[in-house]
């Protein structure tokens, strides 16, 4: 069983930048492919990035493609998304989320993701 803990979320202003985090406080995440995610009030979750295990390959949306930068520390069971020149419309709740799906390319879809974190707010300020 995966827990995952998201953090580093938080209020910016448009143009500025966050760092998320997400930990798994128990299990190990190295041999998982990990993806972000994200939702607005009214909306289905959304695609925003993803790392196979070992970090081979990554994926980003074209929404945040050249922003947005998805890494991770398999030392310390972490992955990270590096947000940068934030923009309002970029506000919602951010997940991330686990799967057992190892090969390239990481998967998109909400489906194929076991674990999930509660999340962590996001909010950018125009």
């Known amino acids: 069983q995966l827990q995952l803990v998201e953090s580093g979320g938080g209020l910016v202003q448009a143009g500025g930048s966050l760092r998320l985090a997400c930990a798994a406080s128990s299990g190990t995440f190295s041999s998982y492919t990990v993806g972000w995610f994200r939702r607005t009030p009214g909306q289905e979750r959304e695609f925003v990035a993803a790392?196979?295990?070992?970090?081979?390959?990554?994926d980003h949306s074209e929404s945040v493609k050249g922003r947005f930068s998805i890494s991770r520390d398999d030392a310390n069971n972490t992955v990270y998304l590096q947000m940068s020149s934030l923009k309002p419309e970029d506000t919602a709740v951010y997940f991330c989320?686990?799967?057992?799906?190892?090969?390239?390319?990481?998967?998109?879809?909400?489906?194929?993701?076991?674990?999930w974190g509660q999340g962590t707010q996001v909010t950018v300020s125009s």
């Open positions: 790392i196979t295990w070992r970090g081979v390959v990554t």
């Open positions: 989320a686990a799967s057992a799906r190892v090969h390239a390319p990481p998967p998109r879809f909400t489906e194929l993701y076991t674990y």
